[in-house]
C-alpha cells in the first residue's frame, strides 16, 4: 500500500469518529433537556453541560456540527427539545437558547483551542465554557423577548426577558461552568486519544 493510500485512509477513519463524536454529543445534549429544573419560562437543563463539553473535547469545528445535529434532529421533528421538537419549534421562546448552543460550542471550543489547551488548567477551561455561556445568553434573551413580545403579544418587556432569560438562571450555569471545566480536564487527561 502507497504512502498516500496510507494517509487518505488515516484522514477518512478520523473524519468518521469525528462524525460518530459529534452525533454522540449531539444525542447527550438531548439527553441533558429531560435533565431539567423547571423553573418559568427558561428551565434550567444539562443542555450546556453537553454543548460546553462537545467544545472543549471535539474543538470548536466539531463542537459546533455536533450542536448543528441537535438542533436540525429537533426540527425534523424528534422530541428532542424540552417541549417537544418540529419545524414550528421556531416560534418557541427559548429557540434563541437552541440556536446559541451552535454558536456557544463554536466560541468555547476556540478559546480552548487558542489558549486553553496550551495551559490545560481549570481557569482556562472555565473562561472557555463562560465564554461560550455568554454567547448563548447573548442569542437567547433577545429571542426571548421578541417571541414573547413581538410574536405572542404578551408585551411582557426587555426587562422581563433579561430577569426571567437570564438572572434567573445564571446562577446555575455558573456553577455547571465550573463542572464542565473539571470533567473535560479529567476526560482529556484520561481519554483525550479517543475523542481526538
Known amino acids: 500500500m502507497s504512502p498516500l493510500n496510507v494517509l487518505s485512509g488515516s484522514q477518512s477513519s478520523g473524519a468518521t469518529k469525528s462524525w460518530v463524536m459529534a452525533g454522540l454529543f449531539a444525542a447527550l445534549t ?22 460546553a463539553l462537545s467544545g472543549i473535547l471535539l474543538g470548536a469545528r466539531w463542537g459546533f456540527v455536533s450542536q448543528v445535529i441537535y438542533v436540525l434532529m429537533g426540527l425534523s421533528g424528534l422530541p428532542v427539545f424540552t417541549a417537544g421538537g ?3 419549534y421556531v416560534f418557541q421562546p427559548t429557540f434563541g437558547y437552541l440556536v ?18 496550551k495551559a490545560g488548567t481549570f481557569i482556562w477551561a472555565y473562561l472557555s465554557a463562560l465564554s461560550g455561556l455568554a454567547v448563548i445568553y447573548l442569542m437567547g434573551v433577545p429571542y426571548l423577548w421578541v417571541i414573547m413580545d413581538l410574536y405572542l403579544g404578551k408585551a411582557k418587556g426587555w426587562g422581563w426577558a433579561v430577569k426571567a432569560g437570564f438572572l434567573v438562571p445564571i446562577g446555575g450555569d455558573l456553577v455547571l461552568c465550573a463542572l464542565i471545566a473539571m470533567v473535560a480536564l479529567r476526560i482529556r487527561k484520561h481519554n483525550w486519544g479517543f475523542l481526538r
Not at 30 to 51: E, K, N
Request: hydrophobic residues 50%; charged residues 5%.
Open 100 to 117: 446559541g448552543f451552535c454558536a456557544g460550542a463554536y466560541v468555547t471550543g476556540f478559546l480552548w483551542e487558542r489558549w486553553g489547551s
Open 30 to 51: 438531548a439527553v441533558g433537556a429531560f435533565i431539567r429544573i423547571p423553573i418559568p419560562y427558561v428551565p434550567f437543563t444539562l443542555q450546556f453541560f453537553f454543548c
Open 86 to 88: 418540529g419545524p414550528s
